[in-house]
């Protein structure tokens, strides 16, 4: 099947302690995204890659960091320098020539 | 930046009531993108408009660009109890792949 793998589900970490989250795809897509979702905030993006070995801070990218050495891969850092870490986080993928997104089920990180 | 508004936040209705939202911007969309999020779940892709004044339909859902290509809507004619969650719009500008989403409406159906 094909489709986009974030792992884990859910991810507690102590405060101070950078996690990395995962995602996975294998539908052969240029491009990959990071979203954070909070309730009433809607999806807002942290960073995204249009091509292996490039990406783009979104609107939200201060406290995040990103890295694309494999074309099916995107994993996002939370670092310690992010001031409200907990949330549920969204990664996504699409083809090049066209903007439709396809979401995996997303990680909620919990930071305590 | 690009942004979209949408409106409403919520919408509660009966079942068989009628439901839309509304996606706005201040500045001509390349196109806009709608996504459902059921609750727990994740978004998924619903349909995509390009054309000024587009119309699609899909079942008991309508989608609509404005003229303008400023705004769009979402109506969902005799809601059911299956439509619950959150829907979203979106909007890439030109060939940057960069989607903004508005902040989506919570439709809750009373049965």
């Known amino acids: 099947d094909g489709g986009i793998t974030q792992s884990p589900k859910y991810l507690f970490r102590k405060e101070g302690q950078n996690v990395t989250l995962s995602c996975e795809q294998n539908l052969n897509h240029d491009a990959m995204y990071w979203y954070r979702q909070d309730p009433g905030q809607g999806l807002r993006l942290i960073y995204y890659?249009?091509?292996?070995?490039?990406?783009q801070k979104g609107d939200i990218a201060e406290g995040y960091s990103v890295s694309r050495e494999k074309k099916e891969s995107f994993p996002l850092t939370v670092t310690s320098a992010q001031k409200n870490p907990t949330a549920f986080y969204l990664c996504?993928?699409?083809?090049?020539?066209?903007?439709?997104?396809?979401f995996g089920q997303g990680t909620r990180l919990t930071v305590v | 930046g690009q942004q979209v508004m949408q409106i409403p936040q919520y919408q509660h209705v009966q079942e068989g009531e009628d439901f839309t939202t509304y996606c706005n911007s201040s500045t001509t969309l390349s196109n806009i993108q709608w996504y459902k999020q059921r609750p727990g779940g994740h978004p998924v892709f619903l349909i995509q408009l390009v054309k000024s004044g587009e119309v699609k339909k899909q079942k008991r859902l309508t989608f609509q660009f404005g003229e303008a290509k400023k705004n769009s809507s979402l109506h969902i004619t005799a809601t059911q109890t299956t439509d619950v969650g959150t829907y979203f719009c979106?909007?890439?500008?030109?060939?940057?792949?960069?989607?903004?989403f508005g902040k989506g409406t919570l439709l809750t159906v009373n049965p």
């Open positions: 996504a993928s699409s083809i090049g020539d066209s903007p439709e997104a396809f």
């Open positions: 979106a909007s890439s500008r030109g060939s940057n792949y960069k989607l903004t």
């Open positions: 890659s249009q091509i292996v070995n490039d990406f």
